[in-house]
């Protein structure tokens, strides 16, 4: 089981940025995805997670109005779609993967088991 996060960069604030998880050897389709991001000094938060049937949950409110979660069972990946970026969602961002056949979308990472490595998001201000 492996995830591969991918989509980083450098972006000024109000630009947009969309940030994919990929999975390989397996498939996505019974797993709850979540999206997570830290930051130095703090622990990784839950930003945005999305079950196998498409149910989501936010995990940061700061992000609602600006970053949107899909998956694309077909291509076998999530995407996380972020806009109207501000400098405090300067982070490394993490996907995750909580096999569960149920409608929980968690938040909290330690429901997660399978985590991909990070991508840097920086916004400029």
């Known amino acids: 089981v492996q995830l591969q996060a991918s989509g980083g960069g450098l972006v000024q604030a109000g630009e947009s940025l969309r940030l994919s998880c990929a999975g390989s050897?397996?498939?996505?389709?019974?797993?709850?995805i979540g999206w997570f991001r830290k930051v130095p000094g703090k622990e990784r938060e839950g930003i945005i997670c999305i079950n196998s049937i498409g149910s989501t949950n936010y995990g940061d409110d700061s992000v609602k109005g600006r970053f949107t979660i899909s998956r694309d069972n077909a291509k076998n990946t999530v995407a996380l779609q972020m806009s109207s970026l501000k400098p405090e969602d300067t982070a490394v961002y993490y996907c995750?993967?909580?096999?569960?056949?149920?409608?929980?979308?968690?938040?909290?990472?330690?429901?997660?088991?399978?985590w991909g490595q990070g991508t840097q998001v920086t916004v400029s201000s």
């Open positions: 995750a993967a909580d096999y569960r056949n149920n409608a929980y979308v968690p938040t909290d990472r330690y429901q997660y088991d399978y």
């Open positions: 050897g397996f498939s996505l389709d019974n797993y709850a």
